[in-house]
């Protein structure tokens, strides 16, 4: 719209001899505008970059991480007090889900009142 107003105010003059805004007033916010929104996209896609870098050094980060601790755990036959050392635990026992309660448990709700 803004390119428009001043496109328009420019080809036709006679009929708008003098805005409020001058032309050229309006051209040079326009102008700081889209260099605004230029930087805006240039640090998007930077930021988005930088992210994708991230996790990619993230995945890195974490297999080699796995690799140490599969041998952390190996060497130490899963001993928590020394995987504790690295700040790790072994894996705990695994646990059998608990049945839920029977249908009698549950108390029937009354509905709101309505006026």
Do not use: C
Request: glycine share 4%; net charge neutral; no cysteine.
């Amino acid at each position: 719209m803004a390119q428009n107003t001043i496109s328009g105010f420019t080809a036709n003059s006679e009929v708008y001899p003098a805005p409020v805004i001058p032309v050229e007033q309006l051209q040079n916010v326009l102008n700081e505008f889209k260099s605004a929104q230029h930087q805006v996209l240039t640090a998007k896609s930077a930021a988005e970059q930088a992210v994708t870098t991230k996790n990619k050094v993230l995945k890195k980060l974490t297999g080699l991480l796995k690799s140490d601790i599969n041998y952390a755990e190996a060497v130490t036959q899963r001993n928590d007090e020394q995987l504790k050392l690295l700040g790790w635990a072994g894996r705990s026992a695994s646990t059998s889900m608990q049945v839920p309660g029977t249908i009698e448990q549950f108390q029937e709700m009354e509905p709101p009142a309505t006026h």
